[in-house]
């Protein structure tokens, strides 16, 4: 769907900013190398194929479950308010 991957960047980069997290609203995805870096997985932009599957989840892991837990959130919040 157009508009789709650019709304979720958007999520993304405000989910991580209320992690506490410094993100570039230019490139929100940029904020998977501050994960990274805190996780001690030495990810850098361009090839990073030496690393392992599950230290690409753990930085994965992070961000994503930040986002579930608010889109939890967010869905439990507009139940409450249609009651």
Do not use: C
């Amino acid at each position: 769907m157009p508009g789709v991957e650019q709304g979720m960047q958007a999520f993304k980069a405000d989910v991580m900013k209320r992690e506490g997290y410094a993100v570039d609203p230019n490139q929100p995805d940029d904020v998977k190398y501050e994960v990274a870096k805190e996780l001690g997985v030495p990810l850098h932009p361009g090839d990073n194929g030496g690393l392992t599957t599950e230290s690409v989840g753990q930085v994965g892991g992070k961000i994503g479950g930040a986002m579930v837990r608010e889109m939890i959130r967010l869905a439990q919040e507009q139940l409450a308010n249609k009651k």
